[in-house]
């Protein structure tokens, strides 16, 4: 797990970085920005966790568990600002990033439902993690 979770994380890193690059390109560059931090610090989040993971003692089940949950939720991070940059969608749950941007309700719904599925993924996630230390 400590190889894959360095992995994902230096992948998901220079998609932030590359991400970087399409900034004033988006419909909503602010959002864009905000996807190219989300991407470039939970990568090394992911490459931290994983030169930590040694010293975190869960059965396989649990560390499974909250390996995937952080995963998901850092990879959800970025794609779902990246959409909502790409879209202009937002303002209901970033209003600073988002400002007047507005997208589609399908596409409010998308980045809503990752949003919020993301957050509640991280912070048991870690709260996993935690007890494993």
Not at 43 to 52: D, H, N, T
Not at 88 to 108: C, F, Q
């Amino acid at each position: 797990m400590q190889t894959l979770l360095c992995k994902l994380g230096l992948i998901l890193f220079v998609f932030g970085l590359v991400t970087g690059f399409v900034v004033p390109k988006v419909k909503n560059p602010r959002m864009g920005l905000t996807s190219h931090l989300e991407g470039v610090l939970n990568g090394m989040f992911l490459v931290l966790l994983g030169l930590l993971w040694p010293h975190v003692q869960l059965s396989h089940a649990w560390a499974v568990t909250a390996e995937w949950l952080i995963v998901y939720s850092a990879y959800a991070n970025w794609a779902g600002t990246l959409l909502a940059a790409i879209w202009g969608a937002g303002r209901k749950l970033t209003p600073i990033a988002a400002g007047d941007h507005e997208a589609s309700k399908v596409k409010e719904g998308v980045f809503g439902f990752l949003l919020l599925s993301l957050s509640v993924a991280i912070v048991v996630g870690v709260v996993i993690v935690i007890v494993g230390l």
